[in-house]
């Protein structure tokens, strides 16, 4: 009984850490592929003798950034900062009054609020260049912004209501006991307990904004986002021109994800409960 | 340091009535003790006197202040709840200090209150640690030292000590009510454990279904229980109840209980004059019964009864013994240990001088009835 017990313990083990093997492969392999390519002489890149290359360049990446990417970084960081700053200012509010209060239509009103995301983004492509012409939007960054905040609205509500449900009233109310009123205590108990929740609402509303290309190119002319100014520029160009723009992409990305997770894990050393 | 008044209070949740109209009035100074089954509505009363829940009717007085409506912040309360509520993602030193930083004390002075309250609970080496490596009593500690750090007007306390160890219990029951005594603060406190609230309690409220049943001091509580609710709830191991019929004879009153006979001394007969024939439900502690050899001498008025030993609880301290009388069993504590052998008979003797009896139809105590009309 005992030896079998312990055998089927170490046999789970193992079938996990292949899985998460399989899982890890799978998502670095491209990357390393794409890292590796981005920066590989035009030369290796073409030698059908070479699989990984000798010889390694930062030119691609150069010409890229010298190209136009540094303004299309720079760019979708306003824009992704911007989002997430908006979503969060209008969401977290409303967030807090679905874990909080009891009111009536809350369901339907839940619900309303998640099939707004059902509408594919190309149906509402069209009116929304009209309207950003008229309102004197389109080409701006902040156009876009508004956009992906329209996206990522959804998302961060539904996210940060079950954070904050997720904070037992009792600890808010303790605070109310012991001399604050509401707004104290959302900002000084329940906030610091939601930081790691909303820190990966954070990071999903960055990649969201950061990843978007469709209505990043309808929307802008000359003040390309990053994916957009890709589309547009790189992919006429040859193939390690492409990895360096995917190199590009990923990597602004990877550190924000970097830092981010970091406090992410920090904090939930120190989970509720 | 007020006296708090609680008028008429009824708090719905839904289609649950949690507190159904509760009228209270406690001293300046006074330790009270709400005592119930689980889910009677203590814990929704506190929260009404604490300013979390607003009652759907009613008011709360704090000395002639109307603060029905005021929020929790201006009622200079303080509260141990239930589930802690400890914040995680505060120290123990910082939780305890919290209520004090945010009444501006100086740093010192929460520095020197922080510790005392710490040294009372016994948790001063924990003040570094967060609440997550603590353990439920420690946890439960904390809350408590939060609570008494700041001087409060009201101080709610709801089973602080539910989570302790027997031993840590009860050095914590005699340091609480020590410091209440020494500080004067309003205390209401509630549990559902009756030791706890006969050793505390200056009075104690028995709660149950969201209502009162009776409000008096320990000893009235336990001597002189208003119903049968209140006689069953109060007192280990439960009081005996048994249904009799009334038999007024000239003088003489017999309980008729179909096992046995009870023979009332003449005291009784205001009371169950108009009982004649009836019904009526009758009680008698398990203290209050007496096996042959072992009634006190005090005890004068006795009726016997037989019975066989049907099962034994031998506790060391005292010896509890399941009696069948025939269609029933009657449960009798004799302190001490004492070897009964099971299917033995014994005879026992009702003490008639502690005999309760209610009402059949409102379960309301005649004895009870009778002082207060007296009164
Ligand atoms: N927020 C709520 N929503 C709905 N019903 C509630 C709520 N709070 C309490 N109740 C109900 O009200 C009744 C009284 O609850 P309360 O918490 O006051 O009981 P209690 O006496 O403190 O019990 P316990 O000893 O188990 O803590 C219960 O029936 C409970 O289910
Ligand atoms: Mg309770």
């Given at each position: ?141 902040l156009g876009v912004a508004l956009a992906h905040t329209s996206m990522a609205l959804p998302f961060v509500i539904i996210i940060s209501s079950s954070i904050f449900a997720g904070v037992p009233k009792e600890l808010e109310e303790a605070a109310m006991i012991f001399g604050l009123d509401r707004k104290g205590a959302f900002f000084r108990i329940t906030m610091p307990l939601a930081l790691p929740g909303l820190a990966a609402a954070a990071i ?70 | ?290 096996p042959e050899g072992h009634a006190p001498t005090t005890a004068k008025k006795l009726s016997w009864v037989e019975g066989t030993v049907d099962f034994v609880e031998a506790l060391g301290s005292d010896t509890i013994l399941h009696l069948n009388t025939g269609s029933m069993i009657l449960v009798v504590k004799i302190s001490g240990s004492h070897r009964y052998e099971i299917g033995s008979k014994v ?29």
């Amino acid at each position: 009984m005992v030896e079998s017990s312990i055998v089927r313990y170490y046999l789970r083990k193992l079938v996990i850490a292949a899985l998460v093997i399989v899982v890890v492969v799978w998502v670095v392999t491209p990357f390393i592929i794409s890292m590796l390519y981005a920066f590989s002489s035009k030369d290796d890149y073409y030698s059908p003798n070479i699989i990984i290359p000798i010889h390694y360049t930062i030119q691609h990446v150069k010409m890229l950034l010298d190209l136009g990417a540094t303004q299309a970084i720079i760019n979708s960081v306003i824009v992704a900062v911007i989002t997430i700053l908006l979503s969060f200012a209008l969401g977290l509010p409303a967030g807090y009054a679905f874990a909080k209060f009891a009111f009536k239509g809350k369901d339907s009103l839940k619900l309303l609020i998640i099939g707004l995301r059902m509408f594919p983004i190309l149906v509402i492509a069209v009116p929304l260049v009209t309207l950003y012409i008229r309102l004197g939007l389109n080409d701006t960054l902040l156009g876009v912004a508004l956009a992906h905040t329209s996206m990522a609205l959804p998302f961060v509500i539904i996210i940060s209501s079950s954070i904050f449900a997720g904070v037992p009233k009792e600890l808010e109310e303790a605070a109310m006991i012991f001399g604050l009123d509401r707004k104290g205590a959302f900002f000084r108990i329940t906030m610091p307990l939601a930081l790691p929740g909303l820190a990966a609402a954070a990071i999903f509303t960055f990649i969201m904004s950061w990843n978007e290309v469709f209505i990043a190119s309808v929307l802008t002319l000359t003040h390309r986002t990053l994916p957009a100014f890709i589309l547009t520029s790189a992919m006429a160009a040859p193939d390690f021109i492409k990895f360096a723009a995917g190199f590009i992409m990923i990597l602004p990305a990877m550190i924000f994800v970097f830092i981010a997770r970091k406090y992410l894990i920090t904090m939930w050393g120190i989970t509720l409960k | 340091m007020v006296d708090v008044h609680l008028k008429g209070i009824v708090k719905r949740f839904g289609k649950t009535i949690a507190v159904n109209g509760i009228n209270l009035d406690i001293r300046d100074g006074e330790f009270i003790v709400l005592l119930g089954p689980s889910g009677c509505g203590k814990t929704t009363t506190l929260r009404v006197i604490a300013g979390l829940e607003k009652p759907d009717e009613g008011r709360v007085l704090f000395g002639d202040r109307d603060v029905t409506y005021l929020p929790p912040r201006e009622r200079n309360v303080s509260m141990v709840f239930q589930s802690y509520a400890i914040w995680p993602h505060m120290k123990v030193y910082d939780n305890i200090a919290f209520p004090l930083k945010i009444k501006k004390f100086p740093k010192e002075e929460i520095d020197k209150r922080v510790k005392w309250a710490a040294e009372l609970l016994q948790i001063s080496e924990l003040l570094d640690r967060y609440p997550h490596q603590l353990s439920g009593g420690q946890r439960q500690r904390v809350a408590v030292a939060r609570a008494i750090v700041v001087e409060p007007d009201v101080l709610l306390m709801d089973e602080p000590l539910s989570n302790l160890d027997a031993l840590l219990r009860v050095k914590m029951r005699s340091e609480l009510k020590k410091l209440q005594r020494r500080i004067k603060v309003t205390t209401i406190y509630v549990t559902h454990d009756q030791v706890e609230a006969m050793t505390m309690g200056d009075r104690i409220a028995v709660m149950n279904k969201g209502k009162i049943q009776q409000v008096g001091r320990p000893d009235e509580i336990y001597l002189r229980p208003a119903n049968v609710f209140v006689a069953g709830f109060v007192g280990t191991p439960q009081m005996n109840f048994f249904d009799a019929t009334v038999e007024i004879k000239d003088d003489e009153i017999i309980l008729d209980a179909s096992d046995f006979k009870v023979r009332l001394p003449k005291d009784y007969l205001p009371v169950l004059q108009e009982y004649n024939g009836k019904t009526v439900i009758v009680g008698i502690r398990p203290e209050h019964i007496y096996p042959e050899g072992h009634a006190p001498t005090t005890a004068k008025k006795l009726s016997w009864v037989e019975g066989t030993v049907d099962f034994v609880e031998a506790l060391g301290s005292d010896t509890i013994l399941h009696l069948n009388t025939g269609s029933m069993i009657l449960v009798v504590k004799i302190s001490g240990s004492h070897r009964y052998e099971i299917g033995s008979k014994v005879k026992v003797a009702l003490d008639l001088s502690n005999i309760h009896v209610f009402d059949k139809e409102s379960q309301v105590s005649l004895l009870y009835k009778r002082q207060r009309g007296v009164q």
